[in-house]
Protein backbone atom coordinates (compact mmCIF):
# COMPACT_ATOMS: atom_id res chain seq x y z
CA UNK A 1 0.00 0.00 0.00
CA UNK A 2 0.84 3.24 -0.90
CA UNK A 3 0.47 6.83 0.97
CA UNK A 4 -1.13 5.20 3.97
CA UNK A 5 -1.72 7.92 7.13
CA UNK A 6 -1.66 5.10 9.57
CA UNK A 7 0.30 1.47 10.18
CA UNK A 8 0.00 -0.56 13.43
CA UNK A 9 2.99 -2.68 12.25
CA UNK A 10 4.38 -5.46 14.69
CA UNK A 11 8.34 -5.17 15.76
CA UNK A 12 9.54 -7.49 14.07
CA UNK A 13 8.40 -6.79 10.36
CA UNK A 14 9.49 -3.26 10.94
CA UNK A 15 13.29 -4.55 12.07
CA UNK A 16 12.88 -6.66 8.76
CA UNK A 17 11.65 -4.02 6.60
CA UNK A 18 14.73 -2.08 7.80
CA UNK A 19 17.22 -4.42 7.27
CA UNK A 20 15.77 -5.49 4.02
CA UNK A 21 15.38 -1.73 2.73
CA UNK A 22 11.77 -2.09 2.74
CA UNK A 23 10.35 1.18 2.92
CA UNK A 24 6.37 1.09 4.61
CA UNK A 25 4.71 3.67 2.59
CA UNK A 26 2.46 5.68 6.07
CA UNK A 27 2.74 8.84 7.52
CA UNK A 28 2.70 7.14 10.93
CA UNK A 29 3.50 4.08 12.77
CA UNK A 30 2.47 2.22 15.53
CA UNK A 31 4.63 -0.77 16.83
CA UNK A 32 3.16 -3.31 18.91
CA UNK A 33 3.62 -6.85 20.08
CA UNK A 34 6.77 -6.19 21.65
CA UNK A 35 8.25 -8.60 24.58
CA UNK A 36 9.09 -7.06 27.70
CA UNK A 37 13.03 -7.55 26.54
CA UNK A 38 12.31 -5.81 23.23
CA UNK A 39 10.75 -2.61 25.24
CA UNK A 40 13.90 -0.45 26.27
CA UNK A 41 15.38 -1.09 22.54
CA UNK A 42 12.14 -0.07 20.75
CA UNK A 43 12.24 3.40 22.99
CA UNK A 44 15.66 3.71 22.34
CA UNK A 45 15.18 3.53 18.60
CA UNK A 46 12.28 4.75 18.31
CA UNK A 47 11.00 7.05 20.91
CA UNK A 48 12.76 10.67 19.39
CA UNK A 49 11.04 9.48 16.17
CA UNK A 50 7.80 11.67 15.84
CA UNK A 51 6.20 9.95 13.66
CA UNK A 52 6.77 6.20 15.03
CA UNK A 53 5.28 5.14 18.31
CA UNK A 54 6.11 2.18 20.23
CA UNK A 55 2.72 0.72 22.16
CA UNK A 56 5.19 -0.47 24.98
CA UNK A 57 2.22 -0.91 27.83
CA UNK A 58 -0.17 -3.76 27.86
CA UNK A 59 -3.09 -2.77 27.28
CA UNK A 60 -2.53 0.37 25.57
CA UNK A 61 -5.42 1.93 23.34
CA UNK A 62 -5.21 4.14 20.44
CA UNK A 63 -7.91 6.59 19.33
CA UNK A 64 -8.04 7.76 15.39
CA UNK A 65 -9.98 10.89 15.09
CA UNK A 66 -11.74 11.89 11.56
Keep these: MEN ?3 AFVPYWILLYAKEEAITI ?3 QYYIYHLYPQQVASA ?19 VVVEF
Excluded at 49 to 60: D, F, T, V
Aim: hydrophobic share 30%.
Design 4 to 6: IDL
Design 25 to 27: DAK
Design 43 to 61: KETWDNIENIRPMAQPGEK
